[in-house]
């Protein structure tokens, strides 16, 4: 069983910048479509931001131009840049592998950091 564990997580002001990462404990992060899910308190997961196989990306549209993911494959490691961050990007943030493709069922989900910008 892979263990997704993520990190980076904190308190900012508007504006403010964080660096999410997901470290995994085996080569997952180079053999699956990988992506960051947020979710708040009564709500559903929404994915924020995913990268394939080949680094091709796909963003939410209320996050495009201020969040930026990446992996490294040799780290088996998954970033999540996210700056220029506002009170409604306040969410858990959560790493996951897909199943299959970039759609469909997660194989793995990290227990998730917690993200709060205040105004």
Do not use: H
């Not at 403010?16 to 699956?32: E, K, M, P, Q, V």
């Not at 990268?51 to 201020?66: E, M």
């Not at 409604?88 to 299959?100: I, Q």
Request: net charge neutral; hydrophobic share 30%; aromatic share 6%.
């Amino acid at each position: 069983q892979v263990q997704l564990v993520e990190s980076g997580g904190g308190s900012v002001q508007t504006g403010g910048s964080l660096r999410l990462s997901c470290s995994a404990s085996g080569d997952i992060i180079r053999t699956s479509c990988m992506g960051w899910w947020s979710q708040v308190p009564g709500q559903g997961m929404v994915r924020v931001a995913r990268i394939d196989t080949l680094g091709i990306t796909s963003y939410l549209d209320s996050v495009k131009g201020r969040f930026t993911i990446s992996k490294d494959n040799a780290e088996n490691t998954l970033y999540l840049q996210m700056n220029r961050l506002q009170p409604e990007d306040t969410a858990m943030y959560f790493c996951a592998s897909y199943v299959s493709g970039c759609s469909g069922a997660l194989r793995s989900r990290g227990e998730g950091t917690q993200v709060t910008v205040s105004s």
